[in-house]
């Protein structure tokens, strides 16, 4: 791997993959990106995690939903980002499911929480249930991604210490 592309990963995995996040447009940009990485390489996401941010509006949840017919052919169009509808088409669709949650339960953060714990199994079934383009894989890395699901570090990473400092939701029974 060359310096850039471990530089890349190191920095996501140090300081991002696995840590708790509370605030909802993050938790969004994340399902956002876990839902563009199918089929792709992580290191593609992480090369064009600044294109989401300027196209998607620094995944601002309100603007999102709002975004018309214009808004999705914009995105089609951005070489920033993955040009495939069908992925444009569940972050639209998602922004407007988080919005509704938000009414809901106060937060996407405060919905999560208050659907844990679940296995794997049971987190697929309620996300498929609520989102759009969310598999298996999809939701099990958005949920270790979070905190919510262990595997993202073993305990011989540096950074699992790190992590367990933070309290992750995985961590918590009810």
Known sequence: MSGERLA??????????????????????????EINQAGLSWETIL?????????????????????QEADRERLLADPGIIRNRLKVDAAIANAKAILQLQKEHGSFQQWLASHHPKTKEEWVKLFKKTFRFTGGEIVNEFLMSIGYLPGAHDENCTVYKKIIRQKPMWLKKQ
Do not use: S, W
């Open 8 to 33: 890349l990963h190191k920095t996501y995995h140090d300081t991002l993959y696995g840590f708790p996040i509370a605030d909802d447009n993050e938790l969004f940009c994340r399902l956002v990106m």
């Open 47 to 67: 090369k064009k995690e600044t294109g989401f941010r300027k196209a998607y509006h620094q995944f601002q949840i309100k603007k999102v939903a709002a975004y």
